[in-house]
């Protein structure tokens, strides 16, 4: 079965940085667009960020455009945030997501699966 797993969360002060992962198995990987999504206490799921299959092109939510830079590796099979100069809104569950559809999206529906998340958390 198709599974993602996220890993790299944690505790990170202000301003520092926390490169999270996520690995795919059960689905060729290469054929999904990718995205990152968060959610804090309270609030809805909200897009962060999306690459496509090829890894050519990229989309980020205005939140961490510039700050925040989505890559993958096809060979293994895995999806990365790198997350720098992180702020305490930052704080969340990370979710990362597979897309089937070739253009990249900020919508949750889109996405076909969904790993279980990894907790961030930004102390200032």
């Known amino acids: 079965q198709v599974q993602l797993v996220e890993s790299g969360g944690g505790l990170a002060q202000a301003g520092g940085s926390l490169r999270l992962s996520c690995a795919a198995s059960?689905?060729?990987?290469?054929?999904?667009?990718m995205g990152w999504f968060r959610q804090a206490p309270g609030n809805e799921r909200e897009f962060v960020a999306a690459?496509?299959?090829?890894?050519?092109?990229?989309y980020y939510a205005d939140s961490v455009k510039g700050r925040f830079t989505i890559s993958r590796d096809n060979a293994k099979n895995t999806v990365y945030l790198q997350m720098n100069s992180l702020k305490p809104e930052d704080t969340a569950v990370y979710y990362c997501a597979a897309s089937p559809k070739i253009l990249l999206s900020h919508q949750s529906s889109v996405y076909k699966y969904w790993g279980q998340g990894t907790q961030v958390t930004v102390s200032s």
């Open positions: 059960g689905v060729t990987f290469s054929s999904y667009a």
């Open positions: 690459i496509n299959w090829g890894g050519g092109t990229a």
